[in-house]
């Protein structure tokens, strides 16, 4: 190997650990100030680690600020809105890669059209549309909405493309009805997308924002990432508080990520071949 | 082969009524707002609403708060947008060159930022620029540099912001150009060695015009990203200081739900979807022409 490869190579390895290091560091360093209490954090500073590691700040957000509830609340919400989307992205998907039925066309570019259209910007009508049916404050107002997902849809629709048509085929000359070919050929056969595009819609709902914000606006509705904005108003000068409230945030995704990243980076893949 | 089958409208029901319900139907809502005067009288009574046509867009063209609100948000898109692809371009050829056992452990380090809830990210990041005790400020005196006050001046903190965006960003890009440099074969770069070709060389002849269309279109996927810009601005700065931060969306949030101006509101909406479809449009377009070399 000649001096030049391996300069490079060490500086790539070199920079690589900048990067990492950039990217974990923010990270790690909250994680370590909720672990910490008051004399560390109170004056300049805080140490890189704590002296006395205590949960203590965990302890108090969860007590003082409910963090329990609003822990449940997004849980139930990101649970309920992955199983509805991929219900909903996998039969859609399916059909409109492997089902020839009248106005499949149309039905394929409006969901690319919905692909297109940026959901924050659809808030205010939602509002209203939702006020009137007297749903604000309910789970249904963050699950309905998130499901209506159209780049599940189109991630389905391009996996469902890449496995040969005859498979289907041959369970439909022995006279399986569609429902039961959906059931038992096609489910297993997607199974890999179905989980990739559960584990992005389970992030996404868990870290959304502005809508959950919008419509959950009683005392105890709200999901974590609002609670913490709200929580964050009022006591941002506590900086161990706050670093307990954004580690309980982060920390289930994280471990979510490092469980399923397998299927989680094929769906980040997948979004981007699409078309 | 498909086969012909009317069951296949029963699969994509669902589907289709859930758009129709939460995407299409408030799309048009929001062009009917952006067309009334809604704002808090008409919420009391709806005697009090009125069509009033497009004015609210005009009235959008002469008030410095949008103008302000579009230059935040595109002031984070034009550097966001070009720092993001750069650190996603590099990061995955690095990853890429190195030894197999290594990369999935700097693979997952780069991606855990994107998983993160933006609001604890940017509680997070309040923390390290702040100018007391923050860490950055600390490494920068340490260092003998300068501490600026990084939430607290107009200029730094739209630059702060676009910072914490784009750290929080790069590695979905990287993941997904990694994918793309693996799909080209290496006899293309075999070939070039043959012919003489340094790393340089490989790398402006080879790597970059093969993963265009891939980098194209994850410019696109950041920009319509990063032009949605909300939580880390109302979490760090609030849209301050004098509305230095705030962002196209956030002066929707605050005009439709602090201040119950749903027709100007609706106007700012629709002005950001119309921006994100020329976007979208001309994204399309450059890469046909990529496609047609």
């Known amino acids: 190997m000649s001096l030049r490869t391996r300069a490079l190579q060490v500086t790539t390895y070199l920079g690589l650990a900048i990067l990492a290091i950039a990217t974990l560091f923010p990270l790690l360093w909250v994680t370590s100030i909720a672990l910490m209490r008051a004399p560390e954090t109170a004056a300049g500073t805080p140490p890189l680690w704590p002296h006395h590691p205590t949960l203590y700040n965990v302890v108090d957000i969860i007590r003082r600020q409910h963090l329990g509830r609003y822990f449940f609340n997004s849980m139930v919400v990101a649970a309920a809105t992955t199983a509805l989307s991929v219900l909903v992205a996998g039969s859609a998907g399916y059909a409109l890669a492997r089902v020839d039925f009248r106005g499949r066309r149309l039905v394929s570019w409006l969901v690319m059209l919905g692909v297109l259209i940026p959901n924050q910007a659809l808030v205010l009508p939602l509002f209203e549309m939702f006020r009137a049916v007297h749903l604000i404050n309910h789970y249904a107002a963050l699950v309905l909405p998130a499901a209506a997902n159209p780049v599940g849809i189109v991630l389905v629709q391009a996996y469902m493309r890449g496995i040969p048509a005859e498979i289907l085929d041959a369970a439909r000359i022995d006279g399986a009805s569609e429902w039961r070919i959906f059931r038992s050929i096609v489910v297993p056969l997607m199974a890999p997308m179905l989980a990739a595009v559960g584990v992005l819609i389970f992030v996404v709902s868990w870290n959304d924002f502005m809508w959950p914000m919008i419509a959950m606006q009683q005392e105890g509705m709200q999901t974590l990432p609002v609670a913490l904005a709200a929580i964050d108003r009022e006591h941002y000068q506590d900086i161990g508080l706050m670093a307990a409230g954004a580690t309980v945030t982060i920390l289930p995704m994280v471990l979510v990520f490092l469980a399923s990243q397998r299927y989680y980076l094929r769906s980040v893949i997948a979004g981007s071949l699409t078309d | ?293």
């Open chain 2, 1 to 293: 082969m498909t086969r012909k089958h009317p069951s296949g409208v029963l699969f994509v029901l669902p589907a289709l009524l859930l758009l129709a319900l939460f995407v299409f139907i408030p799309l048009i809502g929001v062009f009917g707002l952006s067309l009334t005067d809604f704002d808090v009288y008409a919420l009391a009574d709806s005697a009090n609403l009125h069509l009033i046509g497009a004015a609210n867009y005009w009235h959008l063209l002469r008030d410095r708060q949008a103008w302000q609100a579009l230059e935040v948000t595109l002031v984070v898109v034009l550097v966001g947008v070009p720092a993001t692809l750069l650190l996603s371009l590099i990061s995955a050829l690095m990853i890429e060159s190195i030894a197999e056992r290594w990369r999935g452990l700097f693979r997952t380090a780069l991606f855990v930022p994107v998983v993160c809830s933006t609001v604890a990210i940017a509680i997070s990041w309040r923390y390290l620029l702040n100018t007391r005790f923050g860490l950055v400020n600390h490494l920068l005196a340490l260092l003998g540099l300068g501490t600026p006050d990084w939430l607290g001046s107009p200029n730094l903190a739209i630059l702060a912001i676009t910072l914490v965006v784009v750290w929080k960003g790069f590695g979905y890009g990287m993941i997904i150009v990694a994918a793309a440099r693996r799909e080209i074969p290496d006899e293309l770069y075999d070939a070039a060695r043959i012919e003489g070709a340094g790393v340089r060389q490989r790398l402006l002849r080879i790597t970059v015009p093969m993963l265009a269309p891939t980098l194209g279109l994850l410019a696109l996927l950041d920009v319509s990203g990063y032009w949605q810009l909300f939580a880390e601005p109302y979490v760090l700065t609030q849209g301050g200081p004098l509305g230095s931060t705030t962002s196209l969306l956030l002066l929707m949030y605050e005009r439709g739900f602090r201040w119950w101006r749903w027709g100007t509101a609706s106007a700012i909406a629709m002005a950001l979807t119309a921006v994100m479809w020329l976007f979208a449009w001309v994204q399309r377009h450059t890469r046909a022409g990529w496609r047609g070399e």
